[in-house]
Each structure stands twice: as structure tokens, then as C-alpha cells.
């Protein structure tokens, strides 16, 4: 459908599509000069405990080059090698290029997946948001950033259309979930179609497409040294946007963000409605770097004192009620209920009966993690890696939860990587149980794609975890894995099994983020310095005074 042919961004609904985009000149926006910063500077972490938000140094931060390539086998820098490169490293780079998509002759994202023996596309040939970042990861290692920039302009501009779903119209600020680049060769012309969660499973928006933008931006910003981008007056301008509708107050008396089912990567039924902890964990995150990245003008001075205020109170809420070891589990186990007033020990009136039995046997003696929910009345005790890893990169874990959760890794190797890393979640929801909470769902069958199935995409995010932990051996483990069958299955996007051992019924191949997840792992183990670009130190002035027992301390 041919769009309307007024420039500038245009309020129109979002299953429509836009073949012209003057007012984004990506070719010219590309060639603006870069600012140059000092190395030995960082300029991603601020002081909550200032509000004129001065900049701070961390050690892994300084041995950061920015715009510097990854010494790995990359087009870039294999003639810098002086050791022999895995053999998969060149064919991942081969297939993660051919995923690349392009508008009016400029990349500006990766499509899902490559797999040309699969009958149907469905949305597999679309740039998600979320399933871009590791690719760009990649690109910005190996100093490629101009394929990143061009997507989060463009993502950025699609922010700006008109969304609705039915007759409802969605929040101003809300980032698509994916987006599809169709050619007209006849016309010779470009047309991009977004979703924004009306063609999704379930019709869920997508809650997590604006965190992963903002901690694109400055992973950005943080490899090229380039502060122009996120300094543009649009990219202000979206930043505030998302986080009006993070920060807007309601009827909520916790500060954690109040979700649909399938409002993420899983983004189907599966009992994470509420408050779960991928999204708490991305919000955090996104809150961290929206401080270094806003200008404090007028405006920009109010979100950093509501940011401010919302991540003491995130921060405490986390630490305290999402956390749980041994001795948190024994507490849970001998709660008292239907407590009245403020000094209530058991606040949410979690029924020690709800427990299940699984989690005693799962909990080991030195070891813990942030659970997957906390609501009234019900606390989901399974154990999710996206919000786990991105809580140590955050910093939203202390530094004794983080070493923590290396040690369940340890402790539950094979229940939690198995013989492919790693799972989404543990344990598998089944029997009566599935019924209920997913509505039978007949893809989230036991220990399969989001029910217990193994993603190697998250490796590179346990890469980073234990590379912040000081803990790389971990993740050289878990690469050796992948390593092991990756190439030769052909880039599953899963796997099933309590183990981990077969190709998902429905995966399908070549799937660009398990591509993608692996060449920044690789990258990361090579280089550690690459962590820099997706990792926050912690904050003092966020640690709140916990009076629990530890699992470290045991």
C-alpha cells in the first residue's frame, strides 16, 4: 500500500508502509564527523548519588580501545592471527553476512533466520529487535558500527508511527517488535512494514523492544567513542519516550513493571505474566544507561531524578524479594501467613505450600538466583538465564549474588547447560500443569523451545556473565559444547530434551542469533575487553541493607 508522500515522521497506522523516509538520510547521517573522546575516560557510568551525574571510571573500561576489531578470524582481522581460529568462526561469519538486509541499498538489520529448507517463512524473514542485538554485538567487535547505526535510526523512526491493534492506540513510546524490508523492482523502490505486536502470537507488544534499544544505543556509543548519536535530538527524543512509559505512575505500589504473558523472548503463554524477571532485569538495565546517555538540560535533568529514584527503589525490591538461596528458601519454607501490617515478615503472603518440590533438591548449599516472578500471593520459583545473566551485567546483582549464580551454574551444570548451552528456563512445566498454564500449547510441549528448551543464542550473554564474574572458565566450557555440534546441526535456534541433545521439532536452521551468539561469546572469551560495551559497574549508592543469610556466606 503506497504511503502518504509528506516527509518527516509521519502518524499513520503501523500496517502501513513507508517507501520513502527523507527526513532519515542514513548515507548522510553516516558521514557526519565522530566525536573524539579520550580512552582512559568512560563515559556509560554516573553517580546516582549525584544528580549533576558526573562520570566515573571502571577498570574494564580502560582497556577498552573503542572502534577496535575482535582478533578473531573476521574479515577484518584474520591477517592479524598469529594462532589457528576454530573452523567455525569463518563459515558463521559467512552465514551471519547472508542474513543481512538491506533498505535502499544500506544494511540495516538481520533477518531471523536463513533456513531455505523450511516450507513456511511465517516472520522468520523479518529483523527482529531483540534478535538484532547480538548480531550488532558482532558487527561493533569487529569494527563494523555502520550497520548498527543504521538500525536503531531506522527502529528509531519507526517509534514515531501511529500503533494501534483494533481500535486501540498504543503508547507514543513503544519500539516495534520486528520489522520486514520489502522490494519492488519494478518501482524500484524500498517499503518497510513494522509490527508492533497486531501480527504477533497473541497480540502482545512488545515490552522488551525499547530496553534492548537503549542498551544497543550505548553499547554503540561505548565501542565507537561516538557520543553524536546518542546526543541527536530524535535519539533524545526516543529514549524519553520509552521511559515515559516505563516511569508513569499508576495504581502499582511495587517499582517493578507490570507484564502480559509473551511480552519478551518468550513471547507466548507461559506463566510469566506479572512481574518477570527478563523484563525487571532489561529495565534496570536500561534505566543505567538512559543516565549516561541523556542530556541534562531542563528536561533531561527530571528523568534523571525520576530514573534515580526509581533504581534505588528497583534495586532494593530486586535484591530483596526476587533473590533466594538456601537459607532465603528454609525462610520461605517456615513463612508465616496472612500477616497484617508494615512489619509483616512474609509481605507478599507466599503459602509455604506453594513451593514445589523440585526447588528443594534444585537449591544447592552455596548458590542462588534471582527468581522468575513476585507478585501477590505467588512467587514463581524457576530459574530464567536472560533476567540471571542480564542482572550481573547490569549490576542489578550484587557482586556476592553474581559469583552466586556461577556458583548454581557449577553446582546444576546439567540441568542448566546439559549437552547443549543453555536452558531458557528450568524446570519444564507438564502434565496438568502445561494444560493449564499454557493452554496447551502444542510448541511449549516439555523441555521444548520455551518450556525448558536449550537456546544457544544465550551464550554469549553466560559468556559475558562469567567473564564479569571472573569466571571464563564456565564459558569456555559451555563454547566447547556448542562448538560441538552448532556447525554440523546446522545453527539450530533450539534445542529439546531434558539434556539438550535433539534438534527442536520446530527450530528452524541457520537461525541468525544462535549465529551471532556464538561469534560474540568467541569474540568476548578472546578479547574481554569487548565486555565493556555491554556491561555496567555496580553502583554503590544502589546496594541496599539486606539482613539475610547468603548462600556465600554459608
Not at 580502560?62 to 584474520?78: C, E, M
Not at 561469519?93 to 516450507?119: C, K, M, N
Not at 514515531?160 to 520489502?182: C, H, N, Q, T, Y
Amino acid at each position: 500500500m503506497d504511503a502518504p508522500k509528506e516527509t518527516g515522521l509521519r502518524n499513520v497506522s503501523s500496517v502501513c508502509s513507508i517507501p520513502e523516509m527523507d527526513d532519515f538520510d542514513l548515507k548522510n547521517l553516516l558521514d557526519k564527523p565522530r566525536l573524539t573522546i579520550k580512552r582512559e575516560r568512560s563515559f556509560d557510568e554516573r553517580s546516582l548519588s549525584e544528580m549533576s551525574i558526573s562520570r566515573g571510571l571502571d577498570n574494564l573500561e580502560l582497556a577498552y580501545s573503542p572502534g577496535g576489531r575482535s582478533v578473531l578470524d573476521t574479515p577484518g582481522s584474520s591477517t592479524r592471527n598469529s594462532f589457528e581460529p576454530h573452523p567455525m568462526i569463518a563459515e558463521a561469519w559467512d552465514s551471519l553476512r547472508r542474513s543481512l538486509v538491506h533498505f535502499r541499498g544500506q544494511p540495516v538489520g538481520t533477518i531471523a533466520a536463513y533456513d531455505h529448507a523450511s516450507e513456511e517463512v511465517l516472520n522468520y524473514d523479518q529483523v527482529f529487535v531483540r534478535d538484532f542485538v547480538p548480531s550488532a554485538l558482532a558487527f561493533l567487535m569487529n569494527g563494523e558500527p555502520d550497520i548498527v547505526k543504521n538500525f536503531l535510526l531506522k527502529t528509531l523512526q519507526l517509534q514515531g508511527w501511529e500503533k494501534r491493534i483494533d481500535r486501540f492506540k498504543l503508547g507514543e513510546g513503544a519500539m516495534p517488535a520486528s520489522f520486514k524490508v520489502l522490494h519492488d523492482p519494478e518501482r524500484k523502490t524500498d517499503t518497510i512494514v513494522a509490527d508492533f505486536g497486531e501480527s504477533a502470537i497473541g497480540r502482545v507488544a512488545p515490552v522488551d523492544s525499547g530496553f534492548w534499544w537503549i542498551i544497543l544505543l550505548r553499547a554503540y556509543t561505548k565501542s565507537t567513542g561516538d557520543l553524536s548519536l546518542a546526543e541527536t535530538a530524535d535519539c533524545q527524543k526516543g529514549m524519553k519516550l520509552i521511559l515515559t512509559l516505563c516511569l508513569s505512575e499508576g495504581f502499582d505500589t511495587f517499582p517493578t513493571l507490570l507484564c502480559a504473558d509473551g511480552c519478551s523472548m518468550i513471547d507466548r503463554r507461559m506463566g510469566i505474566y506479572g512481574y518477570p524477571i527478563e523484563i525487571q532485569a532489561l529495565f534496570f538495565m536500561a534505566l543505567r544507561c538512559s543516565l549516561a546517555m541523556l542530556k541534562l538540560d531542563e528536561e533531561g535533568k527530571e528523568f534523571v531524578e525520576r530514573i534515580t529514584k526509581r533504581l534505588h527503589a528497583l534495586s532494593f525490591h530486586m535484591r530483596s524479594y526476587f533473590w533466594i538461596d538456601f537459607q532465603q528458601l528454609n525462610d520461605i519454607y517456615r513463612y508465616k501467613t496472612e500477616e497484617y501490617s508494615h512489619t509483616a515478615v512474609n509481605k507478599f503472603n507466599v503459602i509455604p505450600d506453594s513451593i514445589p518440590d523440585w526447588v528443594f533438591d534444585f537449591m544447592p548449599t552455596r548458590g542462588g538466583y534471582f527468581v522468575g516472578n513476585v507478585s501477590p500471593a505467588r512467587m514463581d520459583f524457576r530459574w530464567f538465564a536472560l533476567g540471571n545473566c542480564v542482572a550481573i551485567l547490569s549490576s542489578l546483582a550484587t557482586a556476592e549474588q553474581a559469583s552466586a549464580i556461577m556458583d548454581l551454574f557449577e553446582a546444576r551444570w546439567e540441568e542448566l547447560v546439559g549437552e547443549m548451552p543453555i536452558k531458557i528456563c528450568y524446570p519444564a512445566i507438564e502434565s496438568h500443569e502445561w494444560r493449564i498454564v499454557t493452554g496447551c500449547d502444542p510448541k511449549n510441549t516439555r523441555w521444548s523451545y520455551h518450556n525448558g528448551g536449550s537456546w544457544p543464542v544465550l551464550l554469549w550473554l553466560l559468556t559475558a556473565a562469567c567473564i564479569k564474574t571472573g569466571r571464563p572458565q564456565i564459558a569456555r566450557r559451555a563454547i566447547e559444547l556448542a562448538e560441538s555440534r552448532l556447525l554440523k546441526d546446522g545453527w539450530p535456534e533450539y534445542y529439546d530434551g531434558k539434556n539438550g541433545r535433539y534438534i527442536g521439532k520446530q527450530a528452524r536452521k541457520y537461525q541468525t542469533w544462535s549465529i551471532a551468539g556464538y561469534l560474540v561469546a568467541k569474540m568476548m572469551l578472546e578479547d574481554p575487553s569487548h565486555l565493556g560495551m555491554i556491561s555496567l559497574e555496580d553502583d554503590r549508592q544502589l546496594k541496599p541493607i539486606i539482613k539475610r543469610s547468603s548462600s556465600w556466606t554459608c
